[in-house]
């Protein structure tokens, strides 16, 4: 197995998990959020999602994943690897950073948006150069 590829399928898995532990601290240290003002409410809740998404993204990634049989495809692979890899981690920081301080202004967030949409438009281009395996 490529090393990008079992690093993508072990950050989707550990995403996966640490989704389902966000949610319960939201149900449990939270009290499901009720009671909470809007603001926080709406961005501890986007935050859970967000990580979810990313987790799934770095998961069929993972699964599909076929290195380039070019020099730049395979450059292209690994900016593109490296920018969703880095989802997860950056969402979770804003699941505890960014959603109590109740600012919408949320930096972490926002760049693992920027790096999932970028990395996943590279890795579709990337995949292009990509010689189809025989089922």
């Known amino acids: ?8 399928l072990c950050v989707g898995i550990f995403g996966i998990i640490v989704f389902v532990l966000t949610g319960q601290y939201l149900a449990i240290v939270l009290q499901g959020l009720v009671g909470m003002s809007d603001g926080p409410r709406l961005l501890y809740r986007t935050s ?9 993204l770095n998961l069929v ?22 920018m969703l ?6 969402i979770l ?3 505890f950073v ?17 790096f ?6 590279l890795h579709v281009v990337s ?3 990509v010689q189809p395996q025989s089922m």
Do not use: D
Request: aromatic fraction near 14%; charged fraction near 10%; hydrophobic fraction near 45%.
């Open 48 to 56: 859970h999602l967000y990580l979810m998404w990313s987790s799934l």
């Open 98 to 114: 960014e959603s109590p301080a109740n600012n919408i202004s949320r930096p972490f967030c926002g760049w693992a948006n920027y």
């Open 1 to 8: 197995m490529h090393i990008i590829k079992f690093v993508h």
């Open 61 to 82: 990634v993972g699964y599909y994943f076929v290195v380039a049989q070019t020099q730049g495809a395979r450059v292209s692979q690994a900016i593109s690897s490296a």
């Open 85 to 90: 890899l880095l989802g997860p981690p950056l």
């Open 93 to 95: 920081i804003g699941f």
């Open 127 to 129: 995949s292009r150069r």
């Open 116 to 121: 999932a949409l970028a990395g996943t438009l």
